[in-house]
């Protein structure tokens, strides 16, 4: 049973498409159907981004409700946003590391205190990854790799294996930044292996 | 295991494939989500045909008919507010009929993700008398243009094909074809009977384009995109279209219902098919997003069986459907207890998350210069684009339709309106459908000031070139038209360009413009900021004295990305304001800044 239901969530220019497809292509190059949604035009205009990507599947890109097996966030308050998709057996990986939505910055809305929505995401899952991707990315060679941190972060939760996955990331990131994005995935893999 | 002839594709790249595979001759259209991509993928594969990004939909529309006049196999694409402006011409075409084959996109957006109005297309096919094209997935999107091509050929009748966002912007493992290639032969023939619809022609084709509606459908009605399943003893009927049969398909696999089943994807929805459903089963539920264009068909059909059916009545006729609305539904009528997934809740509020005007971003100068000059109650009407984030600087106060900024702000005017009125359009939407409301605007003298929010490219659906740019959609370099002189053209007396990054001068040139009698153009002219980084263009960034920083947040309120506020650390003070590392260097706020806090950073 390969089937496989993930939604990834972030702000526009985080990379979230970039995340999805490394997903996605992995798929396809193991042969398995997938089917996958994405949050076009916001991209760069710092707005909530959704995609949603549904391995060994032949229906609907859509995720329903309460059916995800994992949540996927390169943002915290993106994570709690989103979790009503996830399954009460799901799991979430999430970035703990804020971007403040301008009506933050301007003073209009307050942003919640990391902690307690990581506390409050506990209770809504299986299991929970908390990630500092930031700093792993910065670890691996680029602050701009967070997205591929994730990915690693997720991969051994995915019914794909990391050489499928390995292989979709140097085939999508610009060819100079092989390396640099194969070591963020691997410290981003590794980071989830020893979370509790 | 991986097939070579499998890849993961966008929706609309698989579309863009499929189109220059079908040896196309002539592609156009104009730029809207979530059909944007379809000729920037085509663009890219440097097809033999010509592909163009026209000015508007209905010159997109005109440039295809052509095409398929003169022989060639043509596709106008748009989104579905873009068949607005190009039913002029489509609903006329449906009478003169196709020669070479023709595909008109339209790409529907249920749930209005990125449009103002969430119409269905397919009224407008059967409006016009047009077959129609309904994809469920991007597979069959790839899939179905090579047969719509040849349908279209086969009855000399333009195709309606319909993606809908999830659709263009999905992506999925889709299996690619090898087509023989086509030939068609290009020549244009004269025959007024067909091309020129003076009335006597005109009622005559009327006529043919009724008579061929019957064989059409029995056409359709057998084709690869209709499928019927009966199973044995079904009491239940499900009737579902487009991508709403992949939910359903999922929901009665996912609860295990006994049902009948048949998806529709093309249309004159299929009668024979319906009705065949229709006697078998007891009742019948269809499912189909926004209109109920195949229900009213199933009602009809059925008045007078002993049929019970369900359609709009539990499923919503407004926003996009997905596979938990459908189970409900499905669930409903089979007649589960079923009440889907109830999410537990939180009680932490979350700040909600509006996409913004980039940090850098011209439009923000422009905005805040035309606030001051104008006062925060005059009346500023706009239009579609990147800029109508404007309305979070209150500089927003319309938004309708491509082009409707001046020629609502001419009728705000000559109801009477005495307030000033200063409404903004970019420069694609101006080129798009503006020009005809500023004639209109100085031949009746309104006394408007029409804001062009000048950033040299189609921004807000991926920075598409148009002829302001001076670049066709290849990239090659064209006439750049001057939209100076454009304005003055139309009989603008007063034409001012102004650099939104000097903000002082853009509010001199904004006065200027408020004191004016008659019709006046502000040209807010600066690149995009994504464009110009992307060539190269880099700025020195900005940072913020502490110690001269009051905290009096008149930069905060300017509303940048890129400047956050350090509140107080000890009662009595301010806080300060600081700027982040999204900063690219515009150096606007440094001119907002009342204390001289703000400077670039030295390097």
Known sequence: MTEFDLVIVGVGGQGAILASDIVGKAAVNAGMPVMAA????????????????????????????????????????????????????????????????????????DYPAVDDMLLELQGRCKRLVAVDADSLAVQAGHPLTTNVVMIGAVSSFLPLDVQSLEDSISSLVPPKTVDVNLAAFRLGRKAADTTD | MSDNNVRYLLGNNAIALAINECNTDVVAGYPGTPSSEIIEYL?????????????NEKVAMEVAIGASWTGGRSVATMKHVGLNVASDPFMTLAYTGVKGGMLVISADDPGCHSSQNEQDSRR???????????????????????????????????????????????????????????EHEIGFEKVPQRWVMLPAHARVRHQVLI????????????SQWNRLEMVEGARLGIIASGVASVYSKEAINRLGVKASYLKIGAYPAPTGLIRELAGSVEKILVIEELEPVVEEIVR?????????????????????????????????AAGLDYTGYTAPGTDIELPNRPPVMCPGCPHRGSYYAMKKAFGKDAIFPGDIGCYTLGVQMGTMDTCLCMGASITVSAGIYHAGETKPICCSIGDSTFLHTGIPGLLNA???????????????????????????????VLGDATFMVSLEDISRACGVELVLTT?????????????????????????????????????????????????????????????????????????????????????????????????????????
């Open chain 2, 300 to 332: 009809t059909i059925t008045s007078g069986m002993e049929v019970e059916i369900h359609g709009k009545d539990v499923i919503p006729r407004y926003g996009e459907l997905d596979l938990g609305t459908v189970e409900l539904a499905v669930a409903g």
């Open chain 2, 442 to 472: 100085v031949y009746n003298s309104a006394d408007i000031t029409v804001t062009i929010l000048d950033n040299r490219t189609t921004a807000m659906t991926g920075h598409q070139p148009n002829p302001s740019t001076g670049l066709t």
């Open chain 1, 38 to 109: 994405e949050t076009h035009g916001m991209a760069q205009r710092g707005g909530s981004v959704e995609n949603h990507v549904r391995l060994d599947c032949r229906y609907g890109s859509l995720i329903p409700r309460g059916r995800a097996d994992a949540v996927l966030a390169l943002e915290p308050a993106e994570a709690l946003r989103a979790v009503d998709y996830l399954s009460p057996d799901g799991v979430i990986v999430v970035n703990t590391n804020p971007l403040l939505p301008i009506t933050v910055l301007s003073g209009s809305a």
């Open chain 2, 499 to 603: 650099d939104p990054f000097d903000i002082a001068t853009t509010i001199d040139t904004f006065k200027q413009a408020k004191e004016h009698k008659g019709t006046s153009v502000v040209i807010s002219k600066q690149e995009c900021i994504i464009t110009a980084r992307r060539r190269g263009i880099k700025l020195t960034p900005f940072c913020v004295d502490r110690d001269e920083c009051r905290g009096c947040k008149a930069c905060i309120k300017f509303g940048c990305p890129a400047i956050e506020f350090d509140p107080p650390e000890a009662e009595g003070e301010k806080g300060h304001s600081r700027i982040g590392n999204l900063c690219v260097g515009c150096g606007v706020c440094a001119q907002v800044c009342p204390f001289n806090a703000i400077s670039e950073v030295e390097t």
């Open chain 2, 124 to 182: 407008y096919a059967a409006f016009a008398q047009v077959p129609c094209l309904d994809p469920a997935t991007p597979q069959e999107a790839y899939d179905m243009i090579a047969f719509a091509f040849e349908f279209s050929e086969m009855f000399e009748t333009p195709v309606v094909f319909r993606p809908t966002t999830r659709i263009c912007h999905g992506k999925s493992d889709i299996k690619l074809q090898t087509s023989a290639p086509t």
């Open chain 2, 211 to 222: 008579d061929k509606q019957e064989e059409m459908a029995a056409a359709l009605e057998t």
């Open chain 2, 43 to 55: 663009a890219r594969m440097k097809p033999k045909g010509h592909v163009e990004w026209s000015v």
